[in-house]
Nanobody
């Protein structure tokens, strides 16, 4: 059974840092893109950052220069280093992997359960 497990969330003061991790377990045939979304209360789920298997990255404008996404393809793990955190970064952060379990299947999105990040003094 394919599963994404996130870790690293928590409470941090403004200006602080956190590092999120997400490990994809199970029998993936391929994972093309891994990324992070976030959802604040009463708001839609938005893309934070994404990275391809080749290392190309994409960031939301609101996090450029503060967040860094990286990936270990051998471990099917993606990381999100978050620096200079602001209260508006408070949200549940969800990991996503876009890939397939079987070579004959189409790619689909696999989601983690989410991890809470709270930025507050």
């Amino acid at each position: 059974q394919v599963q994404l497990v996130e870790s690293g969330g928590g409470l941090v003061q403004p200006g602080g840092s956190l590092r999120l991790s997400c490990a994809a377990s199970g029998r993936f045939f391929s994972i093309n893109v891994m990324g992070w979304y976030r959802q604040a209360p009463g708001k839609q789920r938005d893309l934070v950052a994404a990275i391809t298997s080749g290392g190309n990255t994409n960031y939301a404008d609101s996090v450029k220069g503060r967040f860094t996404i990286s990936r270990d393809n051998a471990k099917n793990t993606v990381y999100l280093q978050m620096n200079s955190l602001k209260p508006e970064d408070t949200a549940v952060y969800y990991c996503v992997a876009h890939g397939r379990e079987d070579p004959l299947w189409r790619d689909r999105d696999y989601w983690g359960q989410g991890t809470q990040v709270t930025v507050s003094s």
